[in-house]
């Protein structure tokens, strides 16, 4: 690896200002709240810590930055770009023996080295990663160079030799899978952050920043979050909860002391020549509303749904009932399902499919069976304090979309709102009837958790 110069593996002293705050602009457009004092704090840190140990330095930076550990999944990728390990690629121009990669990889993965499997990762994107037609290659990619290098296909090879080495004691056959898949993990990363690393050198850094990074769980699109993604959101809901809590308990406070009676604070100014010195407020009786959530649990749109769900229940001391029902072509009650004594989030899919009549004949949506369903069988559920939440993308499979279902719904709830996952400028494309809907009731786009907690913030009745 070639090095440009001594500091922080290659970020020149004279730019890490540029760097610093790259890093911190990088960081905000992923959604880091990051202020003024906090970049000083991070100068000040570089300044103390010095260039010199990278890994004291991202340690440094993310204690200055951060706001908690799940921001790390950003930071780290980010780091990686404004303060790489080195820059060029590395030494010699010797080709690449992709059998001798693989081997040398299989030893360092059954010995768990993984700076033996950092060096590899550059050798490895150096060979296989690079694509173009120049003579200088115009730029690398870490998916062509795993389809190429296949680390997945070693775990036999791997757990062998961890087994002949005598490393697996402790390990179950099924323990042991899972701990090489581990630090084949580790090694896909390394080698997503070297093709990344080179990509920013020849291209616009803040740009790679910016774009060539996943962002945080909160900002994925629910329709294309992975199980993963899914998990880590099921791990927030708690955490949330108790914020959107505070948040509605501050609104219920100030919407308790009423708003001020206009007639009867200037009938009271009279002994003051006309200023109104003491305003008063026409009082409120607190009524704690309920709350009811239609929820569409078909195909990508259930990972929305659950969520939204678990969340709501998270916060039902705050609401005198809550009621949960689901569909698909068909709909009902689910309420008992998803109660504080119900374990597993990540299995509530699965537990409504099994315990739940949501299909007919077919398993695909239909909205406007289910909304007509729920019209007949649950019209006691809905009354005057009840708002009502649908959710989902309003993809009717061409059916009819049942609009005086919904007109009905309106006419009986104090208010409704529609929740959908897909981007504004999908609606009333295709199959969707989200525009027809979107004329009877509230509809408002909720792609990420982020949109999530500020719409259910603010839309919740106090």
Not at 219 to 231: I, K, N, P
Not at 283 to 293: D, G, M, N, Q
């Amino acid at each position: 690896m070639n090095a440009a110069a001594p500091a922080a593996g290659g970020a020149p002293a004279d730019g890490v200002a540029d760097r610093i705050t790259g890093l911190v602009g990088a960081l905000r457009s992923h959604g880091v709240r990051i202020g003024t004092g906090e970049t000083v704090d991070a100068a000040r840190a570089v300044a103390a810590l010095g260039l010199a140990d990278r890994e004291r330095l991202r340690e440094g930076l993310a204690a200055t930055l951060l706001h908690g550990p799940g921001q790390r999944r950003v930071f780290d990728p980010v780091f990686e770009v404004y303060f790489p390990h080195g820059v060029g690629g590395p030494d010699g121009t010797a080709p690449a023996d992709r059998d001798g990669l693989r081997d040398r990889l299989a030893a360092a993965l059954a010995a768990d080295d993984q700076a033996l499997m950092g060096r590899l990762a550059i050798e490895a994107v150096d060979g296989f990663g690079g694509y173009g037609g120049t003579t200088a290659t115009d730029g690398w990619s870490s998916y062509q160079t795993l389809d190429r290098l296949r680390p997945q296909t070693l775990l036999a090879r791997v757990r062998d030799a961890v087994r002949a080495g005598g490393g697996a004691e402790g390990f179950t056959d099924r323990l042991l899978e899972d701990e090489i898949r581990r630090r084949v993990e580790v090694f896909r990363k390394q080698v997503a952050t070297e093709a990344r690393r080179r990509v920013a050198e020849r291209r616009d850094r803040d740009e790679i920043a910016r774009r060539a990074i996943a962002p945080t769980a909160d900002r994925v699109d629910f329709l294309f979050a992975g199980r993963d993604r899914l998990a880590e959101l099921r791990k927030a809901v708690q955490p949330l909860a108790r914020k959107l809590a505070t948040r509605l308990a501050a609104r219920r406070r100030r919407a308790h002391r009423g708003t001020v009676d206009l007639r009867r604070t200037l009938r009271g100014s009279l002994s003051t020549g006309g200023v109104p010195m003491r305003p008063v407020l026409r009082r409120r009786r607190p009524v704690r509303p309920e709350l009811v959530l239609l929820c569409d649990v078909s195909g990508s749109v259930s990972g929305f749904s659950d969520f939204t769900m678990l969340l709501v229940q998270a916060l039902h001391d705050q609401f005198s009932k809550v009621r949960v029902f689901a569909f698909v072509n068909r709909v009902d009650e689910v309420t008992g399902l998803i109660g504080p004594g119900r374990a597993d989030p990540e299995g509530l899919s699965a537990r409504i499919r099994a315990e739940a009549e949501i299909t007919g004949w077919h398993g695909s949506s239909d909205y406007g069976v289910a909304l007509g369903e729920f019209a007949e069988r649950y019209t006691a559920a809905v009354g005057s304090r009840t708002t009502v939440f649908v959710l989902g993308d309003a993809r009717t499979n061409m059916s009819d979309p049942n609009l005086s279902a919904v007109r009905r719904l309106n006419r009986q709830a104090r208010r409704v709102y529609w929740l959908n996952p897909e981007a504004r400028s999908q609606w009333g494309t295709g199959d969707s009837a989200a525009l027809a809907y979107a004329d009877l009731v509230e509809m408002h786009e909720c792609r990420n958790a982020g949109q999530l907690s500020a719409l259910i913030g603010r839309l919740l009745p106090v």
